[in-house]
């Protein structure tokens, strides 16, 4: 089974490669809920190699609706094949969303 974790509790040093995947979730109160483009059930994210750049990842949604679409491009730890904890932080953490990760995703074929 997934274990999924708030993005912003991870570690700044962790490390994290291609598949690792994302759920963003739309906050319901206040007026950032307003704000938010995202539907209910949230958007399913995976973190991929780049085919045209080899030093970043990119984001791609598995959502049906933004399926294919890529939303970030996240810069990989120079030399490494990696992204740690504090780059996916920087880049992905906002107040309009909440973030999940996970490292092991059960990814289902319809």
Same mark, same amino acid.
């Given at each position: 089974?997934?274990?999924?974790?708030?993005?912003k509790?991870? %570690? /700044? !040093?962790?490390? #994290? #490669?291609?598949?690792t %995947?994302f759920?963003? &979730? =739309?906050?319901?109160?206040g007026?950032?809920?307003?704000?938010s483009?995202?539907p209910? +059930?949230g &958007?399913? #994210? &995976?973190?991929?190699?780049?085919?045209? !750049?080899?030093r970043?990842?990119?984001? @791609?949604? $598995?959502s049906?609706? +933004?399926?294919g !679409?890529?939303?970030?491009?996240?810069?990989k730890?120079?030399?490494?094949?990696?992204v %740690?904890g504090?780059?996916?932080k920087?880049?992905l953490? %906002? /107040?309009?969303h909440?973030? $999940?990760?996970c490292? /092991? =995703? +059960?990814i289902? @074929? $319809?």
């Amino acid at each position: 089974m997934a274990a999924w974790q708030e993005l912003k509790t991870i %570690t /700044d !040093n962790e490390k #994290y #490669y291609a598949g690792t %995947t994302f759920l963003l &979730l =739309p906050i319901e109160t206040g007026i950032k809920s307003e704000l938010s483009t995202i539907p209910k +059930e949230g &958007l399913y #994210y &995976l973190m991929a190699e780049s085919r045209s !750049n080899h030093r970043v990842f990119e984001l @791609v949604c $598995l959502s049906i609706g +933004e399926l294919g !679409n890529v939303s970030s491009v996240i810069d990989k730890e120079q030399h490494f094949h990696h992204v %740690t904890g504090k780059e996916l932080k920087r880049m992905l953490l %906002t /107040d309009l969303h909440q973030t $999940l990760i996970c490292q /092991d =995703p +059960e990814i289902k @074929v $319809l």
